[in-house]
């Protein structure tokens, strides 16, 4: 397989070779918007994604990413001087920026997501610059000096995904568009000069047969190669941002940014991990705790609970999963309980699920815990209810048992990520109202609030949100 690689990095690399050498907000829209959600496509897109995040892709090159149109959340942002837009996925767990390029090779070209898609040309904007195999960022992001790439050619990268998909090209440097955070609910234009990927090929689900194709991709990983770290090297924002994704009306908050209120409380990341892993200490199902050994919370390679918002549900290690399930199944004696094209737990019940079904509380280290309601654990699917816990012991042996938590009990929680500290934390809060951000040179305090964006689309409005790129007005967070 590393032949293989090899060998696919030194194509790229004759093939690229031949090319000439604050406070901010972005516009986020949701996929689903005005769709009743199916628990077929929510998993489906689990499917693929986890294809791509936990099949062994070397970070920061990307892994993590899901570049494949079936993302739940995308922002418009403008590339290049002259500025030109781009539909890009929001993913905190890809790392790099990319959007596709004008030599691309089966690259979409429409979208049934309703915008018009825009590939890239560097010799179209005055501030673009090929990004040579000689600098600091190709060796970074490349592991070392790559062999056969020499200062006068363009640094590649190349991702082959777990499904057999790729994506390849290589890197330039341009200026990103974006709008600072002026006062309460005002802003004004600011930019950024980013290093990001321009794709020259792509393959399977990434390719032009893609109908729910974007331009591209947004990383909030955690790698230098990030969004939020190379504004963050440069002094424009602290590695600090925050989310809150409205699962009753939809919408919600994506801010960078020292969040003065709500107060979140935060538990440690675990060191070394590619992704957002907490030690998780406790599983709670109403008022009883389940009889867990704390070794069933780290599986192989991935230790403790990985945090994800672009994961739809929420998988659990068998050994959670099947307590969990008979637990909540348990509080309704009556319940005619039905396997649904052999993978998804169902029942009848006319009744309210709130009333009727246990909470499920996650406690995690430093005494953090994490609420999920039955309204937010149960799906209404082809008549019945659904239960959106997932079997990660199904999984194949690489993901087997790991514990990975997606938007299912994110949704309706302000969630921090502080990566300065290394510490992630989340409070319940109402999304579709307004959070409050510190200037860090001031000291004053702005509302920063969810907002809807104009599409062409025929999207539902009120499943807008605002990604808040706050730049200047950063603060160091203490707890």
């Not at 986020?28 to 986890?50: F, I, M, N, P, T």
């Not at 309703?114 to 673009?128: A, E, H, I, K, R």
């Not at 499920?360 to 994490?370: A, C, D, K, M, W």
């Amino acid at each position: 397989m590393d032949e293989m690689k090899n060998l696919s990095t030194l194509l790229l690399l004759i093939f690229v070779s031949g090319v000439s050498a604050s406070h901010g907000v972005f516009s986020v829209k949701y996929r689903y918007a005005g769709r009743e959600r199916s628990l077929s496509d929510l998993k489906a897109h689990d499917d693929r994604r986890q294809l791509r995040i936990l099949a062994g892709v070397d970070l920061p090159l990307g892994g993590g990413g899901r570049p494949d149109g079936v993302g739940l959340y995308y922002a418009k942002i403008g590339i290049g001087t002259p500025s030109k837009d781009y539909y890009v996925q929001v993913d905190t767990g890809s790392d790099i920026m990319w959007v596709n390029c004008i030599q691309c090779i089966e690259c979409p070209r429409t979208s049934s997501l309703g915008m018009d898609l825009t590939l890239y040309n560097v010799q179209d904007s005055v501030t673009g610059k090929l990004v040579p195999c000689d600098q600091e960022f190709c060796y970074e992001v490349n592991g070392g000096p790559l062999s056969g790439c020499t200062a006068n050619m363009s640094c590649p990268y190349l991702e082959i995904y777990g499904d057999g998909s790729s994506t390849a090209g290589y890197f330039v440097k341009d200026i990103v568009q974006y709008d600072r955070v002026s006062g309460d609910l005002r802003t004004t234009s600011a930019n950024g000069s980013v290093t990001f990927g321009c794709g020259a090929r792509q393959s399977g689900d990434l390719g032009s047969s893609n109908e729910e194709a974007l331009d591209g991709i947004l990383g909030f990983g955690k790698s230098n190669s990030s969004l939020i770290s190379q504004l963050a090297a440069t002094g424009k924002v602290k590695k600090i941002f925050a989310h809150c994704l409205d699962g009753v009306n939809g919408g919600g908050i994506f801010a960078i940014g020292h969040v003065v209120q709500p107060k979140v409380n935060m538990t440690p990341m675990i060191p070394n991990q590619p992704h957002y892993n907490v030690n998780m200490t406790a599983v709670q199902v109403g008022h009883d705790f389940l009889d867990l050994p704390i070794e069933v919370f780290e599986a192989g390679d991935w230790k403790g609970a990985i945090i994800d918002s672009g994961t739809t549900l929420a998988y659990l290690p068998e050994m959670v999963y099947e307590p969990l399930v008979s637990k909540i199944i348990s509080q309704q004696s009556d319940l005619k309980v039905h396997t649904v094209r052999d993978e998804y737990t169902c029942f009848q019940y006319s009744g309210s699920v709130d009333d009727g079904f246990p909470n499920v509380t996650f406690h995690f280290e430093n005494s953090v815990f994490l609420k999920v309601y039955p309204q937010e654990y149960l799906f209404p699917f082809e008549g019945l209810w659904c239960i959106g816990w997932q079997n990660s012991g199904m999984l194949s042996r690489d993901k087997r048992n790991m514990t990975l938590l997606g938007d299912l009990v994110l949704s309706n929680k302000l969630v921090l990520y502080d990566l300065e500290h290394q510490a992630i934390g989340w409070t319940e809060y109402n999304c579709s109202s307004s959070i409050k951000v510190q200037d860090e040179q001031t000291g004053t305090v702005h509302l920063i609030g969810s907002h809807s964006i104009y599409s062409a689309s025929s999207l539902n409005a009120q499943w807008c949100i605002t990604l808040l790129l706050l730049s200047t007005l950063l603060h160091r967070l203490v707890y």
